[in-house]
């Protein structure tokens, strides 16, 4: 009798309890929770507008055409924003000012320049821009200097402004120089990976958005977007003309 209580008892106990995975969020519904929590981080504080991070356009390409030439080391990307994540920024002994960094997720949606290897792949793209710590909070202007604050504030890039969370995206976008940055600006203690990580390239030029609910692709310019004097360079309608005529769908 004792074994034909026991014998069912082991027999229960073999089989495997089944735990359910937690479910993943559609991506629209993902876009919404994360915009909601980055509005949330930002709404509150005060915008610094900074046009000083500039990148190097030496050699631009004026055509889409030139940019399916893009060699191996480099990528023209189409992509979809799914975040925005705050980098603790600290300062460090190479900079006068602390770097102010903005971790953007995103989805690569299609590959117009450079090898596919990051087709269908999510990466991160290290931002200028973002929310500064307390500790760390300045703004900085040719004609007044260095002004420091003893509270958070957004510093926005004009020259190229952080995208909006759902936004399709087209850029140019090169690996960063991993020992360097992963040393200086921290990148490794803010969630980045050395094969995913990406900095935009000649964003100030080459660098289009299409925010939810617009209708086209639009230099991610503020300061162009207002027809103000953002970089004392050309800029061609006609390329924003061919991005819109090729990818805009």
Same mark, same amino acid.
Request: aromatic fraction near 8%; include cysteine.
């Given at each position: 009798?004792?074994?034909?209580?026991?014998?069912?008892?082991?027999?229960?106990?073999?089989?495997?309890?089944?735990?359910?995975?937690?479910?993943?969020?559609?991506?629209?519904?993902?876009?919404?929770?994360?915009?909601? %929590?980055?509005?949330?981080?930002?709404? $509150?504080?005060? @915008?610094?507008? =900074?046009?000083?991070?500039?990148?190097?356009?030496?050699? &631009?390409?004026? /055509?889409?055409?030139?940019?399916?030439?893009?060699?191996?080391?480099?990528?023209?990307? !189409?992509?979809?924003?799914?975040?925005?994540?705050?980098?603790? =920024?600290?300062?460090? &002994?190479? &900079?006068?000012?602390?770097?102010?960094?903005?971790?953007?997720?995103? !989805?690569?949606?299609?590959?117009?320049?450079?090898?596919?290897?990051?087709? %269908?792949?999510?990466?991160? *793209? @290290?931002?200028?821009?973002? #929310?500064?710590?307390?500790?760390?909070?300045?703004?900085?202007?040719?004609?007044?200097?260095?002004?420091?604050?003893?509270?958070?504030?957004?510093?926005?890039?004009?020259?190229?402004?952080?995208?909006?969370?759902?936004?399709?995206?087209?850029?140019? #976008?090169? /690996?960063? $120089?991993?020992?360097?940055?992963?040393?200086?600006?921290?990148?490794?203690? =803010?969630?980045? %990976?050395?094969?995913?990580?990406?900095?935009? @390239?000649?964003?100030?030029?080459?660098?289009?958005? !299409?925010?939810?609910?617009?209708?086209?692709? @639009? *230099?991610? =310019?503020?300061? #162009?977007?207002? %027809?103000?004097?953002?970089?004392?360079?050309?800029?061609?309608?006609?390329?924003?003309?061919?991005?819109?005529?090729?990818?805009?769908?």
């Amino acid at each position: 009798m004792l074994l034909a209580i026991i014998f069912p008892l082991s027999a229960c106990s073999s089989k495997r309890t089944k735990v359910s995975e937690p479910q993943k969020l559609p991506e629209s519904q993902q876009i919404a929770v994360n915009s909601k %929590k980055w509005e949330e981080q930002t709404k $509150d504080l005060a @915008v610094v507008h =900074n046009s000083q991070y500039s990148d190097d356009y030496a050699g &631009s390409v004026h /055509s889409v055409a030139d940019f399916k030439k893009i060699n191996s080391e480099t990528w023209v990307i !189409k992509a979809k924003v799914l975040n925005l994540g705050k980098v603790i =920024n600290k300062k460090h &002994s190479a &900079s006068e000012l602390p770097p102010v960094f903005t971790r953007g997720e995103v !989805k690569v949606d299609q590959v117009i320049g450079g090898s596919n290897k990051l087709n %269908k792949k999510i990466i991160n *793209l @290290v931002f200028w821009g973002g #929310i500064t710590s307390k500790d760390n909070s300045f703004s900085f202007t040719s004609n007044k200097g260095i002004k420091k604050f003893d509270h958070p504030v957004l510093i926005q890039d004009d020259n190229a402004p952080l995208p909006k969370i759902g936004s399709e995206i087209i850029l140019a #976008i090169q /690996s960063v $120089d991993w020992p360097y940055y992963s040393s200086y600006e921290h990148l490794d203690e =803010n969630g980045f %990976k050395e094969d995913t990580t990406f900095q935009p @390239v000649m964003a100030n030029i080459h660098f289009w958005v !299409k925010e939810p609910g617009a209708k086209e692709f @639009v *230099l991610n =310019n503020s300061l #162009i977007k207002n %027809k103000q004097d953002a970089s004392p360079i050309i800029i061609e309608k006609n390329m924003t003309d061919e991005i819109n005529q090729e990818y805009n769908n």
